[in-house]
């Protein structure tokens, strides 16, 4: 087998990764598990606090262990090891959310939070894989084609379970049959993640008296030491940490704010995620092309710049038609925002780092992303009780008007980060990583 083929094989299975978490994403994430944990488990405006706060939750434990524990992967050269172990985290919890059903608020937020913690925990060991597999030339391209193999993924997993939600709706039998479903179809997706990629690093020698764990405080305690030579890094990283809470708001919340504002049922929430994973398709391939002409930094602005124009449609939409069609906007735009966060990440860091640079990458997404979904939630229900109880509206419309209050705070996450992203010198960022690299 050639080298170009082998290459490209490798660069089929990665794909196959963000194919199967995809369907995490689309069914646990945004079209069912949210909104029924939110009406069907708790219900009210307090169903979206605990939503913010268990997504919070999650995001916390992952910003806390994912840079140590990239460090030891880089170290011992076993990405693909840790990839394994928290995909298997997110397959058992997410296939336990099966047994949560009205009234289950705590194993209903305790088994999300830790198959979330697998899933978050996992995507950066798959994003570390990406300099392995890819040129710097390459970079873009197979990270903008995984989105979009990615977001197929998702569509097929919804399109299989829109069937038996339509035929049995009176029924939540088939949307908690969904995430053992999902469970199945991410596990299915992943074999040929694990068989074909080969890890190009090579494990180093264990010092004496040194414990992995130890090795990995070392590294990361190194790599933040020697993060004073990587300023445009630094830079992009704090433009990264606020904008992307705006990202994460409006993903975690999708199908809240469809259930409150326009009374979604289940079965319009999946077809509307479908048609926000078709156009995610065309946003991944679409600002990968973009990047690659004009630069990623380039491509990413207006990226933002689109996701603040959904949002305040949305703010001023009153149709259903109107939520589907900004839906179908934001889709492009969303996943451009992330492919080419990500993108730029793997362009940044230097040779023989990128799982500690992911990683870094994690905790700062993941620490914002904990105060950003938190926010949401407790300003939602804040908001509501204060239009009930203070301008007279009923228990619904004081819920819808909370709901556009923190639609609105994530417009000060995107446009803040935006004003910091317009200072990060993309050029210098590339030639720091080049010269600075210790591997």
Request: glycine share 10%; proline share 3%; hydrophobic share 50%.
């Amino acid at each position: 087998m050639t080298t170009k083929k082998k290459i490209n094989k490798e660069h089929r299975a990665w794909y196959m990764y963000d194919f199967g978490n995809s369907a995490y994403a689309a069914i646990v994430l945004l079209a069912v598990y949210s909104a029924y944990f939110k009406n069907g488990v708790v219900g009210g405006a307090e169903g979206s606090r605990l939503w913010g706060v268990s997504v919070g939750i999650a995001m916390l434990v992952v910003a806390i262990i994912s840079p140590v524990l990239g460090a030891i992967a880089d170290f011992s050269a076993s990405k693909k090891k840790f990839l394994f172990i928290f995909s298997a985290i997110t397959w058992g919890f997410t296939a336990l959310l099966f047994f949560v059903q009205k009234g289950d608020i705590f194993t209903g937020m305790l088994f999300f939070i830790l198959a979330e913690i697998g899933y978050r925990s996992g995507q950066v060991f798959y994003n570390s894989l990406l300099p392995e597999i890819a040129s710097p030339e390459e970079i873009g391209r197979v990270s903008g084609k995984g989105w979009a193999i990615g977001n197929m993924g998702g569509i097929l997993a919804l399109l299989l379970l829109l069937p038996p939600i339509v035929f049995f709706k009176d029924s939540t039998l088939p949307v908690r049959l969904a995430f053992p479903f999902t469970a199945l179809f991410f596990f299915i997706s992943t074999i040929p993640t694990f068989k074909r990629i080969e890890e190009r690093a090579n494990a180093q020698s264990l010092p004496d008296g040194e414990k992995l764990i130890t090795i990995g405080f070392k590294r990361i305690a190194q790599t933040i030491k020697s993060l004073k030579n990587f300023k445009e890094f630094l830079k992009f990283i704090f433009a990264y940490l606020i904008y992307n809470d705006g990202i994460l708001m409006t993903l975690n919340f999708a199908a809240i704010i469809g259930a409150v504002l326009f009374g979604m049922n289940q079965t319009q929430m999946i077809i509307f995620m479908i048609i926000v994973q078709i156009t995610s398709i065309g946003g991944a391939y679409g600002f990968s092309v973009i990047g690659d002409k004009l630069g990623y930094k380039r491509a990413l602005i207006y990226a933002l710049i689109g996701m603040a124009m959904t949002i305040i449609a949305m703010l001023f939409n009153k149709t259903f038609t109107g939520f589907f069609i900004i839906g179908a906007f934001a889709g492009l735009m969303l996943t451009g925002v992330q492919s080419l966060s990500r993108t730029m990440v793997g362009k940044f860091a230097p040779k023989g780092q990128s799982a500690e640079f992911f990683g870094l990458f994690s905790v700062v997404g993941r620490t914002s992303s904990f105060i950003g979904p938190t926010i949401y939630g407790f300003l939602a229900l804040w908001a509501a009780r204060w239009f009930e109880s203070n301008k007279g509206l009923t228990t619904l419309l004081a819920e819808q008007a909370g709901q556009r209050i923190a639609i609105g705070s994530i417009l000060i996450f995107l446009f803040i980060g935006l004003f910091f992203l317009l200072r990060v010198d993309e050029e210098k960022a590339i030639q720091e990583s080049i010269e600075n690299g210790t591997h």
